[in-house]
C-alpha cells in the first residue's frame, strides 16, 4: 500500500514562498509508469493539477503555475517536494500530493491526505 504524506507550514504571508515536502512509503518514487504529483483545491473550487515528477526525474508544470512553481525529489529520502512563490491570498487552499499516471490530470490511484494553507495578507 503506497502511502503518502505532505508536510510543510500551515500559514504563509503574501509575497513570501510556500514549502511543502511529501514523504512517499510502501513504494519508490523512481518507479516506472507513474508520476507524483502537486495538487491544490482552493475553497469552493475543484481540484487543480499543479505539476509533476516522472520516475526519471523528468518535470512538468501546469503552464498557468509555471512561473512560480519549482518541483524537484530526494530519491534517498522517497520525497518529492513543491515551492510555489510570490504566493497571494488566491493561493490559499488545501495542497495535495499524489501518485498518478497521467501528466495534467489531477487524477490519482495514491494522493496524500492534504495540508491546508493559509496566505495571509
Known amino acids: 500500500q503506497v502511502q503518502l504524506q505532505e508536510s510543510g507550514p500551515g500559514l504563509v504571508k503574501t509575497s513570501q514562498t510556500l514549502s511543502l515536502t511529501c514523504t512517499v512509503s510502501?513504494?519508490?518514487?523512481?518507479?516506472?509508469?507513474?508520476?507524483w504529483s502537486w495538487l491544490r483545491q482552493p475553497p469552493g473550487k475543484g481540484l487543480e493539477w499543479m505539476g509533476a515528477i516522472g520516475s526519471g526525474g523528468s518535470i512538468w508544470y501546469n503552464p498557468s503555475l509555471k512561473s512560480r512553481t519549482s518541483i524537484w525529489r530526494d530519491t534517498s529520502k522517497n520525497q518529492f517536494a513543491l515551492q510555489l512563490s510570490s504566493v497571494s491570498p488566491e493561493d490559499t487552499a488545501v495542497y495535495y500530493c499524489g501518485r498518478g499516471r497521467e501528466i495534467g490530470s489531477s487524477a490519482t490511484d495514491y494522493r496524500g491526505q492534504g495540508t491546508h494553507v493559509t496566505v495571509s495578507s
Open positions: 510502501g513504494g519508490s518514487i523512481t518507479s516506472d509508469r507513474y508520476y
